[in-house]
């Protein structure tokens, strides 16, 4: 999706919640997503994820089609074959999106993972080659053990914004 069509939604998004009379952070309440989302995506700064395209509309009572177009669409008026080519090309777009952000997310749970195992690969290496380096790295012991409590959080799939 272009910039232009990125604020066109945005300010159409705007439109919805403010006639709903909802503040940002009660929508994102309602979607179980946080009110800085809901932000960017009425400045243009970015799109939701597709799995709310169902309910987002559904809150703000339009349709999944008239929020893709950004705009209201007359209920007897036929879409021109041009218009529902761009729906779905915007709609095909929002899914390769979240696909490119849930593979980020995952480089970064590894990229952490493995940050982690060399971490505490250090300190057992360290413990090995001197106990005195060993007593004097008590804060490296302490760190790494503090990071290596979170590896099964983020291996088990928190997202990061």
């Excluded at 998004?13 to 932000?39: F, G, N, P």
């Excluded at 597709?50 to 209920?75: C, D, Y």
């Excluded at 290496?125 to 012991?141: N, Y």
Aim: some cysteine; overall charge positive; aromatic content about 8%.
């Amino acid at each position: 999706m272009e910039k232009n069509d990125n604020n066109e939604f945005g300010k159409f998004l705007l439109q919805l919640r403010k006639d709903k009379r909802l503040t940002q952070r009660e929508l994102a309440q309602k979607l179980y997503i946080s009110d800085k989302a809901v932000s960017k995506w009425e400045r243009g700064l970015s799109m939701p994820d597709i799995a709310l395209l169902m309910p987002l509309p559904q809150i703000l009572g339009v349709t999944a089609t008239e929020l893709l177009s950004g705009k209201k669409i007359e209920e007897n008026r036929e879409l021109s074959v041009r218009e529902v080519e761009s729906l779905m090309n915007r709609t095909i777009h929002l899914s390769e999106e979240e696909k490119e952000q849930q593979s980020k997310n995952r480089q970064n749970r590894i990229m952490i993972f493995f940050s982690c195992v060399f971490i505490v690969g250090l300190e057992l290496a360290i413990s090995r080659i001197s106990p005195t380096l060993w007593e004097k790295g008590e804060l490296i012991f302490t760190l790494g053990s503090v990071l290596s409590m979170f590896i099964p959080i983020y291996v088990a799939g928190k997202k990061y914004a």
